[in-house]
């Protein structure tokens, strides 16, 4: 079982700047590719960012693309998400999630996941 943490979330303006981080307790993400998701308020949920295991490749939403960076840090087991030039159709709650495979690939959909983490609330302010 891999329990993921986020943090990072909160009010911002627009134009602004926030910096997500997703750490897991207990167990290294070497292993796993990891995804950040988010949903809005009466919206399913969607792909933001992917990032492969061993820090290959990444692929992010046509949505966030130059805005929102993923990144991570095996050494310190965290995933980021940067996320830059907020607009408030940004706000929503942003979701870490983790994928156990074999292979460098990236993943997009969110029934590729094995694990989630609880959520953190992003709001962008006009």
């Known amino acids: 079982q891999v329990q993921l943490v986020e943090s990072g979330g909160g009010l911002v303006q627009a134009g602004g700047s926030l910096r997500l981080s997703c750490t897991a307790a207990?167990?290294?993400?070497?292993?796993?590719?990891m995804g950040w998701f988010r949903q809005a308020p009466g919206k399913e949920r969607e792909f933001v960012a992917t990032?492969?295991?061993?820090?290959?490749?990444?692929d992010t939403a046509e949505s966030v693309k130059g805005r929102f960076t993923i990144s991570r840090d095996d050494a310190k087991n965290t995933v980021y998400l940067q996320m830059n030039s907020l607009k408030p159709e940004d706000t929503a709650v942003y979701y870490c999630?983790?994928?156990?495979?074999?292979?460098?690939?990236?993943?997009?959909?969110?029934?590729?996941?094995?694990?989630w983490g609880q959520g953190t609330q992003v709001t962008v302010s006009s």
């Open positions: 999630a983790a994928k156990s495979t074999l292979f460098t690939s990236t993943y997009t959909r969110d029934r590729d996941y094995d694990y």
């Open positions: 207990g167990r290294t993400l070497t292993t796993y590719a």
């Open positions: 990032i492969t295991r061993g820090n290959t490749n990444t």
